[in-house]
C-alpha cells in the first residue's frame, strides 16, 4: 500500500502542475484524492502559520496564495515511502502578486498521511530533516 501512497501523491503533484496559484480546473477532483476531513498543518510556516481543516481549508490556502503570489509553484524533487507516510522533498519558486519579487530554489518537505487512497493529512516543513525526523528517519535516504 505504500509505494501506492507514493504514486497518489505523485499523481497529486502533476495535478496541481506545481502551480498552486494557477487555475482551478482541480476542484473537481477534490473528492478524487482528498478525504473530506482533511488537516492541513501549515503551522511551521514563518509567514502566517495556519492550520486548515477540509475543502474549504483547502480552498483557503489557494486563495491566500494567490493574494499574495502572482505564481507559486512546487516541483517534487523526491517522493520518499516512509510507511504509512510519503515524505516529499520540494522546491518552491514564486513571484509576487504586488511586488515581483522572486524567490527560488527553497527546499521543504511535506508530509503526506493517506487512508483509503486519499489525503487527510498534509505537513509541511522547514527545513526538511524535520521532516524526515517526525516520520523517523535520521537522514535523507540514498536516491534509488
Do not use: C, K
Not at 487512497?117 to 509541511?124: A, K, M, Q, V
Not at 521532516?131 to 535516504?141: S, Y
Amino acid at each position: 500500500m505504500s509505494q501506492e501512497n507514493v504514486e497518489i501523491v505523485r499523481r497529486i503533484y502533476e495535478l496541481f502542475a506545481g502551480n498552486w496559484a494557477g487555475g482551478d480546473s482541480w476542484e473537481a477532483s477534490l473528492p478524487d484524492f482528498a478525504d473530506p476531513d482533511i488537516h492541513i498543518d501549515m503551522t511551521r510556516r514563518v509567514i502566517n502559520p495556519a492550520s486548515y481543516d477540509g475543502y474549504e481549508g483547502i480552498r483557503r490556502v489557494r486563495e491566500e496564495v494567490r493574494e499574495v503570489w502572482e505564481e507559486w509553484s512546487t516541483r517534487a524533487e523526491r517522493l520518499i515511502d516512509a510507511g504509512d507516510s510519503v515524505v516529499v522533498i520540494e522546491t518552491q519558486r514564486g513571484r509576487g502578486a504586488n511586488s515581483g519579487l522572486e524567490v527560488a530554489g527553497d527546499r521543504w518537505a511535506s508530509i503526506w498521511e493517506l487512508r483509503d487512497g486519499r489525503i487527510t493529512l498534509f505537513s509541511g516543513y522547514h527545513p526538511v530533516e524535520e521532516a524526515l525526523e517526525a516520520v523517523g528517519l535520521r537522514e535523507e535516504p540514498p536516491a534509488p
